[in-house]
């Protein structure tokens, strides 16, 4: 399992959702990042989810 870095920011730059969670890899990861952000009504605004490596799995401006 790989630690993912999902972070949600408000228009104005402010962090409003900083966390982490496992998956097995990047498909799953950018399910359940997707799937986080839906549950905590953050979809629209801008987000990423970075993999343990540094690359982008989601990315929303």
């Known amino acids: ?6 972070t949600v ?3 104005d730059g402010t962090n409003v959702l900083d966390e982490t969670f496992q998956a097995e890899d990047d498909d799953q990861a950018k ?3 997707s ?7 953050y979809s629209h ?3 990423r989810c970075a993999a343990p490596e540094g690359h982008l799995v989601l990315f929303h401006r």
């Open 1 to 6: 399992m790989k630690t993912y870095y999902l």
């Open 9 to 11: 920011f408000e228009k």
């Open 31 to 33: 399910k359940i990042g």
């Open 35 to 41: 799937e986080k952000l839906e549950e905590k009504g």
């Open 45 to 47: 605004h801008t987000h």
